[in-house]
C-alpha cells in the first residue's frame, strides 16, 4: 500500500539530529511543568487539597491524567520495543478491555466510591485489620517503589542516548573544558535531573499539579508518536497496512493460541489473561489507580474517568503498535543506519533502543525536541502520581494513625516533605537499575519486578470484597503466601543467571494471573477452615453487603 509523499516533505525531512532548537523545546516544556507547580503551590491549604483536590476535579482531566500515568516510559518505550523483538502479540491485550472495563466501571468503581476513602489501605483496616493493612501498604510500597524507580532508569537510558553526542560536547564548551563528562557519568546526570524536576514539581502543587500536567503530559506524547509513524510512512513511501503485512508474515510468526507449557513467553491467552488481570487487579488495590477515582465527586464521574481511561488506553495501544511494526519496517530495509555492531533491529540487546536511535538520527529538528519532551513527559506523568499517591499512603496509613492530634497545616507541610524523600530515594533506585541484564527488554523488567507483587495484592481487596467468609487469619496467610509464590517466579531466572545456571521462567505475561489465582484460591480453601470475620468487619464492607444496602459504621 502506497502512501502519497507530500511535497513539503523534502525540506521537512532536509535535516536530523539534535540541535539547539530541540534543547529549547525541551527547555521550555520543564519550565512549564515547574510554573505549574508553582502557581498551584499557593492554592494548597489542607492536606485533603494536596492529596483528592477536595475530590472535585474534573472527570475528563482525571481519565486522562490516569492514562498518562499508568502508561509510563515502561509502556512507551516498551512496547514498540517489545513489538520489535517478539511481533504484534502485546497488542491482543485489548481483546480483554471490555471484561477489565466492565468489572472496573461497574463493580470496583460504585463499591469503592461510596466508601469516600483517601488511601485505599484504609479499606483493608476496616475488612481484616491493621496487620493485613501493613502487608499491603508494605506490598505497594515495594511495587511503586521499584515501578518509579524502572521509570526512572528506562526514561533516563533513552533521554542519555539521544543527548550524548551532542550535550556532553556542550557542557565542556560552555565551561571552557572543566567539565569532561563520558557517556556513564551522563546517564548518571540524566537520572538526577529527571527524579528531582518531577519531585519539586509535586511537592509545590500537590494532586491537582500531578492532574494538569499530566494533561499537558499526554498530549505531548500522544503527538510524538503521531509525528513517529507520519515521518516514517513519509520516508519509506509506505503505511499501517505495509507494516501490519510485513511484521505478520515476515518478520515474525503469530503466537499460538495457548500452551500447556507457563514457561511459552506469549500466547493470545497469556497476554489476553495478563491484561485483563492486570487492569482488574490496579483498578481495585493500586492507590495510583484509585486516587484518581478520589479526586472526583461521585460514582457517576468516576464511572467516566473509568470510560475516559480504557478508550485513550486502547487508542495509545494501537498507536504504539503502529510506532513498534513502523519502526521494524523501517529499519530491516535501512540496516545501514543501525548504530554500528548492530546487524538486526530484533537484536534483544537493542530492541528497546531503536525508537531512542530514531528519533535523535531519523527526525528532523525541532520534532526531536518534541518527541524527546514527550518521553520526559510520559515519565514526570507517571513519577508525580506515584510520588503523590505514595505520599498519600505513608501520611494516611501511618504517620495520621501514629499523630491523631496533629493538624491539618502541619500534615500538608509533611506531605510536601515527604514527596522530596520518596524523590530522593527513587532517583537512587533509578541508579540501582542500571546494573540490570541489558537483554531483558522494558516489557520483562515492568512485570517481573512488580506485577508479581500486584496479583497477590489485587487478590487481598477482591477477597475483601467478594468472599464474605474471609476473616483476617485467612486473608494474612493467603496474600503473604501470594507474594512469595510471585517473587520466587519473578526473580528465579534472573538470579539463576546471575551465577551462571539457566533456569526456565514462567511466561512473564502470566506471573499477574498465576500469583492472583494461587492467591484467591488459597483463601478460598482455608477461608472455610479459620475463623470467620466479624460482623463488623462484613457490614458495608462486602459487595453483597453493598447490595443490600447496609452501611459500615464509620460511613454512617
Not at 129 to 152: D, K, P
Not at 193 to 220: E, H, N, R
Request: one cysteine or more; charged letters at 10%; a neutral charge.
Amino acid at each position: 500500500m502506497a502512501f502519497e509523499l507530500p511535497s513539503l516533505t523534502l525540506f521537512i525531512l532536509a535535516q536530523t539530529g539534535m540541535h539547539t532548537f530541540d534543547y529549547v523545546i525541551i527547555g521550555v516544556y520543564m519550565m512549564i511543568m515547574l510554573g505549574i507547580g508553582g502557581y498551584l503551590a499557593r492554592q494548597q491549604t489542607t492536606s485533603e487539597e494536596f492529596f483528592v483536590g477536595s475530590r472535585h476535579l474534573p472527570w475528563w482531566a482525571v481519565g486522562i491524567s490516569m492514562i498518562a500515568t499508568l502508561m509510563s516510559t515502561l509502556s512507551y518505550l516498551g512496547a514498540p520495543g517489545e513489538i520489535i523483538q517478539h511481533g504484534l502479540s502485546i497488542t491482543l491485550a485489548l481483546i480483554g478491555v471490555p471484561i477489565s472495563y466492565f468489572v472496573v466501571a461497574y463493580i470496583w468503581v460504585p463499591f469503592f466510591m461510596q466508601l469516600r476513602l483517601t488511601s485505599a489501605y484504609e479499606y483493608l483496616d476496616m475488612r481484616f485489620g491493621g496487620a493485613t493493612r501493613w502487608v499491603a501498604v508494605g506490598s505497594y510500597l515495594y511495587m511503586r517503589f521499584v515501578w518509579m524507580g524502572a521509570i526512572i532508569f528506562t526514561a533516563s537510558m533513552a533521554l542519555a542516548l539521544m543527548t550524548q553526542s551532542t550535550a556532553p560536547a556542550a557542557l565542556a564548551t560552555l565551561s571552557g573544558g572543566l567539565i569532561q563528562i563520558d557517556e556513564k557519568a551522563w546517564l548518571y546526570i540524566v537520572i538526577i535531573a529527571t527524579g528531582v524536576i518531577s519531585t519539586v514539581y509535586t511537592a509545590l502543587g500537590g494532586i491537582k499539579a500531578v492532574i494538569w500536567t499530566d494533561v499537558m503530559q499526554f498530549i505531548c506524547l500522544f503527538i510524538g508518536a503521531v509525528f513517529t509513524v507520519v515521518i516514517i510512512a513519509m520516508r519509506t513511501d509506505s503505511g499501517p497496512v505495509d507494516w501490519i503485512t510485513d511484521i505478520t508474515s515476515a518478520s515474525h510468526a503469530f503466537p499460538p493460541i495457548a500452551s500447556w507449557n507457563l514457561a511459552e513467553r506469549t500466547t493470545v491467552l497469556w497476554v489476553v489473561l495478563g491484561g485483563v488481570i492486570w487492569h482488574i487487579c490496579t483498578h481495585c488495590s493500586d492507590q495510583v489507580a484509585l486516587q484518581r477515582y478520589f479526586t472526583t465527586e461521585s460514582a457517576a464521574a468516576a464511572r467516566k474517568v473509568a470510560g475516559m481511561n480504557y478508550f485513550l488506553d486502547t487508542v495509545m495501544q494501537l498507536l504504539l503498535g503502529l510506532v513498534g511494526a513502523a519502526l521494524l519496517y523501517y529499519f530491516i530495509r535501512h540496516t545501514n543506519e543501525l548504530p554500528p555492531g548492530v546487524t538486526d533491529p530484533r537484536d534483544p540487546y537493542f530492541a528497546d533502543k531503536i525508537f531512542p536511535h530514531f528519533i535523535v538520527h531519523g527526525l528532523p529538528i525541532g520534532v526531536t525536541g518534541l518527541i524527546i519532551a514527550a518521553i520526559f513527559a510520559v515519565a514526570q506523568s507517571s513519577l508525580d502520581s506515584g510520588i503523590n499517591s505514595t505520599t498519600t499512603v505513608i501520611v494516611v496509613n501511618i504517620i495520621r494513625g501514629r499523630n491523631p492530634g496533629m493538624s491539618d497545616h502541619t500534615e500538608l507541610r509533611v506531605a510536601q516533605g515527604l514527596t522530596l524523600v520518596i524523590g530522593f530515594l527513587i532517583t537512587v533506585i533509578g541508579v540501582l537499575f542500571t546494573m540490570y541484564p541489558d537483554n531483558k527488554n522494558i516489557i520483562d523488567l515492568q512485570m517481573k519486578s512488580f506485577n508479581c507483587v500486584l496479583g497477590p495484592l489485587g487478590a487481598l481487596f477482591m477477597m475483601g470484597i467478594l468472599l464474605p467468609h474471609v476473616g483476617r487469619q485467612t486473608a494474612l496467610i493467603s496474600v503473604l503466601l501470594g507474594i512469595s509464590a510471585g517473587l520466587a517466579m519473578g526473580y528465579t531466572d534472573v538470579i539463576a543467571e546471575h551465577y551462571g545456571m539457566k533456569v526456565s521462567s514462567i511466561s512473564p505475561f502470566m506471573l499477574g494471573p498465576v500469583s492472583w489465582a494461587f492467591t484467591m484460591i488459597t483463601a478460598a480453601f482455608i477461608g472455610g477452615l479459620l475463623p470467620g470475620p466479624r460482623p463488623e468487619q462484613v457490614r458495608g464492607l462486602t459487595y453483597q453487603s453493598v447490595r443490600r444496602g447496609e452501611k459500615h459504621e464509620a460511613l454512617r
